[in-house]
Antibody
Framework: EVQLVESGGGVVQPGGSLRLSCGVS????????MHWLRQGPGKGLVWVSR????????AYADSVNGRFTISRDNAENTLSLQLSSLTAEDTAVYYC?????????????WGQGTLVTVSS | DIVLTQSPDSLAASLGERATINCKSS????????????LSWYQQKPGQPPKLLMS???IRESGIPDRFSGSGSGTDFTLTISSLQAEDVAVYYC?????????FGQGTNLEIK
C-alpha cells in the first residue's frame, strides 16, 4: 500500500523555524517527483515546493522562496521541508504529495497532513 | 502564473440530479507536443486530504465512479457528476500541472439541496 506520513508540525512563534518530514512506503521513492502543498484554515490548496527524483532540481512558490528548503533522502525514503522566518500567514496543514515519474504529472497520492500553527 | 477560476463558488443540487463545475484557465494548458491538457480535478471532504478524481482533464482515476466525468480543452474545463449521491458532498478543486507554480482553482462547495 502506498503511504505518505507527515510529521513535525506544531506551534511555533513568529520568526521561528520548524522541520517537517514525510516518510514514504509502498513505492519506489527515488524515481518520483515530490511536492509539499499547504492549506490554510478554511482556505484553498496552495502548492509550496517540489523536488526532483535525485534531489538536484527544486522550485518554490514565491511566498516561501528564500525561507523554506525542500530536501529528500532516497536511502531513508524521506522527504523534508525546513521552514524558517515563519509568519502567521504560514499557518496551515502541510501535505506531502507524490507527483509523477516525469515532472509534468499530477499529484496522485497525498499524505494526511501535519498542522503548523504560527502564533505567539 | 496560470490562474484558474472555478464557477460557481458553491452549488446545491438534489440527489440524482446532474451537477456541473466549471474551471477556466488564464492561458491554454493544452500542450502542443502531445495534445494533452494538463488539468486535474480533486475532491476534498472535511478533515481529509484531497483525493485525485481526474487527470489529463478527462481520465478518471482507478476506483472513481463513472458518474464523474471531465471534459474541455485549452482554457475551459468541466467536471460533471451525472447523478448526485450523498457521498459526493465535498469541495472540488481543479488544478493545472502545465507549469510551476501548480495553481488550483478556488474550490467549489457542493451540497445537497
Amino acid at each position: 500500500e502506498v503511504q505518505l506520513v507527515e510529521s513535525g508540525g506544531g506551534v511555533v512563534q513568529p520568526g521561528g523555524s520548524l522541520r517537517l518530514s514525510c516518510g514514504v512506503s509502498g513505492f519506489t521513492f527515488s524515481i518520483y517527483w515530490m511536492h509539499w502543498l499547504r492549506q490554510g484554515p478554511g482556505k484553498g490548496l496552495v502548492w509550496v515546493s517540489r523536488i526532483g527524483p535525485d534531489g538536484k532540481s527544486t522550485a518554490y512558490a514565491d511566498s516561501v522562496n528564500g525561507r523554506f528548503t525542500i530536501s529528500r533522502d532516497n536511502a531513508e525514503n524521506t522527504l523534508s521541508l525546513q521552514l524558517s522566518s515563519l509568519t502567521a500567514e504560514d499557518t496551515a496543514v502541510y501535505y506531502c504529495v507524490r507527483g509523477g515519474i516525469a515532472l509534468a504529472e499530477t499529484f496522485s497520492v497525498w499524505g494526511q497532513g501535519t498542522l503548523v500553527t504560527v502564533s505567539s | 502564473d496560470i490562474v484558474l477560476t472555478q464557477s460557481p463558488d458553491s452549488l446545491a443540487a438534489s440527489l440524482g440530479e446532474r451537477a456541473t463545475i466549471n474551471c477556466k484557465s488564464s492561458q491554454s494548458i493544452l500542450h502542443s507536443s502531445n495534445s494533452q491538457n494538463y488539468l486535474s480535478w480533486y475532491q476534498q471532504k472535511p478533515g481529509q486530504p484531497p483525493k485525485l478524481l481526474m487527470s489529463w482533464a478527462s481520465i478518471r482515476e482507478s476506483g472513481i465512479p463513472d458518474r464523474f466525468s471531465g471534459s474541455g480543452s485549452g482554457t475551459d474545463f468541466t467536471l460533471t457528476i451525472s447523478s448526485l449521491q450523498a457521498e459526493d458532498v465535498a469541495v472540488y478543486y481543479c488544478q493545472q500541472y502545465y507549469g510551476s507554480p501548480y495553481n488550483f482553482g478556488q474550490g467549489t462547495n457542493l451540497e445537497i439541496k
